[in-house]
Every structure is written in C-alpha cells, then in structure tokens.
C-alpha cells in the first residue's frame, strides 16, 4: 500500500518523465560550481538562485552546515572538477532555536537510551546567529586543507520572507 506521498511522486513524475528532454547531461556540474544550502522546505535553490538542470552541485543538510557537508564538498571538487562554493543560510532558520542539549534530550526522552548512546558524540551545530554563522562556515572552508586555496567561496542570505538574497562575505 503506497502512501499519499508516494502516490503523489509516481504521479507527478510520470508528468514529468513523459516531457523529459535533458537526459544527455555530462556528470560534471557544467558552471563549475556548488552550492550548500538548508534543508529547510521554503527554499526552491534551482528557481531561487539560478541553476538549470546540469549547472551545478546542490548541497543541502540542516543549517547548510559547512563541517556536515565536506564529504559532498571533497567529492564535488576532486571528482567532479567544481572550483566555486556558494553557501547559503537563511532567515528563520531551525538551527537558531535549539541547543545540543536539546537535541540529545529529545533523542533520548523520544528514541531511549540506545539512541542516545549512539548518538552520544553527534554534534547537531546549531547557532545563534545567522550573519555570524556564515562568517564562520565561509572562514572554516578557506582554512580547510581539504578545500584547495583557489576555490572562489561566498556566503549569502536567503530571506524566506522575501525570496531575496543578500550576500554577507
Ligand atoms: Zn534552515
């Protein structure tokens, strides 16, 4: 028994399927560049800022989180040959309403103490504050010896409000 969810992918895909034209794409992001955003479900990266199908990276997790995302970044420059990092925090962000201590006691008060053990070390980065946030991430990437010295990084805000970005560094 498929859920309304998954009726509603298989249904609109074969719409989409049945007009689907760009199927000879290269592997390679063509513009050469990533972009590491949030997860959050307000945010539409290919229309909010500019990326056509093949063009680039997306990279989301919670807080578009510069340290969970450098396996995906590694992979994206050494394998797949980008040289650019847009990242891309936003107003209203989740991660600004918790601590760690809260996360791992609503893991533990909801999942048990197995749970909890296992998640015992994961660090869930929040922050308090967004400009401050991106600062941090952008300066984290350009110290990283994992990212190459040439690679061009900025760092933006998206207004979930407005739908407008503004660049911070
Ligand atoms: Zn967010």
Redesign the pocket.
């Known amino acids: 028994m498929s859920s309304s969810i998954q009726k509603n992918l298989a249904s609109k895909n074969a719409e989409y399927a049945s007009k689907f034209t760009q199927g000879d794409l290269a592997l390679p992001p063509a513009k050469h560049y990533l972009i590491l955003?949030?997860?959050?479900a307000r945010?539409d990266p290919a229309a909010a800022f500019g990326i056509n199908l093949g063009d680039a990276h997306v990279i989301r997790n919670?807080?578009?989180s510069a340290r969970d995302a450098l396996r995906s970044i590694i992979i994206s420059q050494q394998l797949l040959g980008t040289k650019e990092i847009i990242l891309i925090?936003?107003t209203?962000?989740?991660?600004?309403t918790f601590s760690n201590d809260d996360a791992h006691s609503l893991v533990k008060k909801n999942l048990g103490p197995s749970a909890s053990a296992e998640i015992a070390t994961l660090d869930f980065l929040p922050f308090t504050n967004i400009d401050d946030a991106i600062k941090g991430d952008v300066e984290y990437l350009k110290r990283s010896a994992a990212v190459s010295d040439d690679v061009i990084i900025s760092g933006w805000v998206y207004e979930v409000e407005t739908g407008k970005v503004r660049q911070i560094v």
Request: with cysteine; proline share 0%; glycine share 20%.
């Open positions: 955003t949030c997860m959050d945010i919670a807080g578009a925090k936003h209203g962000c989740g991660m600004l």
